[in-house]
């Protein structure tokens, strides 16, 4: 079955820049083949640049307090964990100076009941000889140990006073150490939470040094496939908007056919199916292929004005399907190349005992 409305397709892709900018170079010229990848144009890139290195200081400086605060809260955190040793170590030492006050107090209980013991054995010893009743030695014997005992209680009394001192002015150096500790606590956690503050400044401002780098990125246009650029509209210089179309890139190897079957042809086709394909433009040429789909609705119903047949002027028509059509693998001919819109005449071998392909050198030259 063939067929000659049927033509070549193929893909169109648009090139048109992301962003507004003037152009700066143009890379390329209509009709020259490029590979994909390759620089088609280049736009100013001072002003992005510019929001770009902005965008980057700003994050670098963010970073860097960040690192400079990490770096304190750990200096903040040792200094923290130092005081709170000292605090062990000086309620240790309360703890130490309360058990030897206790014993002190009760050394001092002792020399006081001696003390009262030997202040009587004195008066006693005096009363007596002052009667005559006991020798003097006796008498300064008693009168020596109520002395003794009463200098023992007095070195007691101070000795237990400067203890209880020391211990006021240790109980006054741990508030002091506590207060050291409050104040550090409090400060660490105000580090902390400036710390998760600029944090979330700094995902913002990556994600605007990240925007800023996309933007620049997007003055270096390039092909997004290799393919011949037609239809180039764009000059050094000038101003262009984002989206505005200029230039196309089109690819030659992924060529199909679409050919526009009659509706009462078409039920004999399906896909798989051998197809013999000529060019109106390589006389003697042919291209093999094979069916690749069939279209689920005529070309009039996917028009931009789909027919509307009113009552009383209607005339019916022989519609028309497109089918797609598909070259076999090795088919490209750089020589012959299927260019977008060629007139092509297409022949589907709709029976089984021709689905083997082309049999005789003459249905290779299409005779």
Known sequence: ISTDDAYVEGSIYTISP???????????KDNQFVKKGTLLVELDPSVYQRDY?????????????????QA??????????????????????????????????????????KLQEAEKAYRRAKNLFQKHVIPEDRYDRAEAAYLVAKASVKAQEASLEAEESKLRAQEASLEEVLAMVRAEKAALEQMK?????????????????????LLLSYTKIYAPEAGFVTKKAVEEGENLRAGQPIMAVVPLEGVYVVANYKETKVHKIRPGMKVRIKVD???????????????????????????????????????????????EPGQIDPEHPLRLGMSVVPTVYVKLSDQRGPQKVEDFLGR
Do not use: C
């Open 18 to 28: 992301k962003i507004n900018g003037t152009v700066l170079k143009v890379y390329v």
């Open 53 to 69: 290195e902005q965008a980057k200081a700003g994050y670098e400086a963010t970073k860097t307090q960040i690192e400079e605060l």
């Open 72 to 113: 304190a809260i750990r200096a903040e955190t040792e200094r923290l964990h130092a005081t709170e040793k000292k605090v062990s170590q000086v309620k240790e030492s309360i703890e130490a100076m309360r058990a030897g006050i206790k014993a002190q107090k009760a050394g001092l209980d002792a020399a006081k009941a």
């Open 193 to 213: 939470k400036k710390l998760q503050t600029l944090k979330a400044s700094l995902k913002a401002k990556r994600a605007q040094m990240e925007k800023a780098g």
């Open 281 to 327: 433009a390589y006389p003697g040429k042919v291209f093999w292929g094979r069916v690749e789909s069939i279209m689920a609705g005529t070309g009039a119903v996917f028009s931009l004005f789909p027919p509307e047949n009113a009552t009383g002027n209607f005339v019916k028509v022989v519609q028309r399907i497109p089918v797609k059509i598909v070259l």
